[in-house]
């Protein structure tokens, strides 16, 4: 198996990794928005106390809730830099193995 293909193999990997681990249909855009909006509802002066601490427990939910979407986006970023730097240390070695055999 050529070089390339192990590449495109893997970075095709990399992808459907990412896609799995990839929150519903969402993007971490949408999130940021979500927390905007929350915090805008938290800033509400019309709110009553009753009304306010609804709010105020819904936003608690919803930061515990974004905080394990955040954490499993980074565990996948981290993931796929760890296999992006296999596979460039997987050249590296192939590069010099080439060029040694080469030399000789």
């Known amino acids: 198996m050529k070089i390339e293909e192990i590449i495109y ?7 459907n990794i990412e ?3 990839r929150i519903a249909r969402n993007k ?12 805008e509802r938290l800033n509400d002066e019309e709110l009553s106390n009753e009304d306010l601490e609804k709010e105020i427990k819904r936003q608690k939910a ?3 809730v974004a905080t ?14 760890l296999i992006a730097k296999e596979i ?17």
Do not use: P
């Not at 193999?9 to 992808?15: G, L, S, V």
């Not at 394990?68 to 830099?81: F, H, V």
């Open 88 to 104: 460039f240390q997987s050249m590296n070695y192939r590069a010099k193995l080439t060029q040694l055999n080469r030399n000789k």
């Open 28 to 39: 971490l855009s949408d999130l940021n928005n979500h927390l905007f909006e929350q915090l």
């Open 19 to 21: 896609d799995k681990l």
């Open 62 to 64: 919803m930061s515990e």
């Open 68 to 81: 394990n979407i955040i954490e499993i986006n980074r565990i996948s970023m981290d993931a796929i830099k």
């Open 9 to 15: 193999d893997t970075t095709r990997e990399i992808f």
